[in-house]
């Protein structure tokens, strides 16, 4: 592939990177402070995003999507890391919960979610972990009992971020008790503002609050918030897992890049040659890594489904933003306790990297399989 703008693509660049530079918020890059303010001033900034066009690029124009290639989609994830904007607050609506709809939703679920995700009227968050079903997803235990026409959950999802702003969940169910592993799952959307539905913030490492446990104690949830057929929740699943790594690389990469030329700063004047050799590092993990999506774009352009590829964006973007904020600490010495605290709070946010969307011994083992065809491991 060409891996040069095209025209069209050149000119879809300059003009995002001029609408950026004029509607960049300010006062919500970098928020670190009140929740509450944070979730103002980030439905403010998605609104803004959605008017001008840029929320859901790819998405089918019938479902207010702007029907572009994902070569643009790309573009815009790279101006915004380098403009360091702030992203939409519904990252999982637009990510995931927002495609899984598009390939297995019923008519009606679309009409009533897709457009409201796009314009953050409808934030979204995802229940798949629980305390003993994380990389082992097929272990949820959570209950989905039908009676008629509703689903009745009960049980505990964990570390769901945005549950605390959201309005709806994508849900994965044990419809049927007797199964084993994948089979027997369903997935459901669920009404977070649904009685019996408890949401309590888990504190991070950084202080913040950006995931939460959720409690389901005889939730209804009607038949017709079934995604996908009952018992085939593990399909509806995998869609949306391909998609939460497969469209990722190009803002991790971008925002990595910002990460790399700040530590390249950090480095001016730098005499001691091992720690010059670990910067020199991170720049060339970097270059590979853009290579490395060029690929992942490619497969997405032919196929319109995101590839396992996408694994290895996330593998090895998050291992080098942790080992990079590391070495911008020891650069800064003392002075980084007495600075503002930036690459403190980088570093202590990047342990979280490495765990969330996959952990890195489960995308290895992804890579191995499903990118490199070797033998399973078990
Ligand atoms: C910041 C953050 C945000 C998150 N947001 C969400 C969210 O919105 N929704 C959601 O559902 N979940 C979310 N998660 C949860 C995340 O998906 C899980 O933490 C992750 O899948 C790991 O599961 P676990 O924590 O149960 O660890 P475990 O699966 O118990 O893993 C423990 C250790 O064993 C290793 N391990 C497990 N299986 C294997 C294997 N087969 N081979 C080799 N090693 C293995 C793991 O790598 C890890 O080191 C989030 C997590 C974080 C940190």
């Not at 069209?8 to 009140?34: C, H, K, S, T, V």
């Not at 888990?202 to 005889?218: A, K, P, V, Y």
């Not at 800064?332 to 570093?347: A, E, F, K, S, T």
């Amino acid at each position: 592939m060409d891996l040069r703008d095209t025209p069209d693509e050149a000119a879809f660049r300059a003009e995002a990177r001029a609408w950026l530079e004029e509607n960049i918020p300010r006062e919500l890059q970098g928020y670190r402070g009140n929740e509450t303010r944070f979730a103002q001033l980030g439905l403010a900034w998605s609104r803004k995003l959605y008017d001008a066009g840029y929320a859901g690029l790819t998405w089918p124009e019938a479902f207010g999507g702007g029907g572009a290639p994902y070569s643009h989609q790309a573009i815009l994830l790279e101006e915004m890391a380098r403009a360091e904007a702030p992203q939409h607050l519904g990252v999982i609506g637009l990510g995931m919960a927002g495609p899984t709809i598009i390939a297995h939703g019923t008519d009606e679920q679309k009409s009533r979610h897709l457009s409201r995700i796009l314009s953050a009227e409808e934030i979204w968050c995802q229940g798949f972990s629980e305390p003993d079903a994380g990389s082992d997803l097929a272990s949820v235990r959570t209950r989905a009992e039908q009676h008629n026409d509703t689903f009745l959950v009960n049980g505990q999802k964990v570390w769901s971020s945005f549950a605390h702003l959201s309005d709806w969940c994508i849900l994965v169910t044990r419809s049927d008790p007797s199964s084993e592993r994948h089979k027997g799952l369903t997935y459901l959307i669920a009404d977070m503002h649904a009685p019996g539905v408890e949401v309590r913030p888990l504190r991070q490492i950084t202080g913040h609050s950006e995931f939460n446990e959720i409690f389901f104690t005889d939730v209804q949830v009607p038949k017709e918030n079934l995604l996908g057929a009952i018992g085939e929740g593990w399909q509806v699943a995998m869609t949306t897992l391909l998609h939460e790594r497969g469209t990722l690389g190009f803002a991790l990469t971008a925002a990595l890049e910002v990460n790399v030329r700040k530590l390249l700063a950090l480095a001016q004047g730098l005499e001691d040659t091992r720690l010059r050799d670990r910067v020199a590092r991170e720049w060339i993990e970097l270059q590979a890594l853009r290579y490395t999506n060029y690929r992942s774009l490619t497969t997405l352009m032919k196929t319109g489904i995101p590839g396992p590829e996408g694994s290895i964006a996330k593998l090895q973007w998050s291992e080098a933003n942790q080992r990079l904020t590391k070495l911008a600490r020891e650069l800064l010495g003392p002075d980084g306790v007495v600075d503002d605290g930036w690459w403190h709070y980088q570093q202590l946010r990047s342990r979280g990297n490495t765990i969330e969307a996959g952990t890195s011994e489960v995308l290895r083992n992804i890579v191995a399989e499903r990118v490199l065809g070797l033998p399973k491991g078990r």
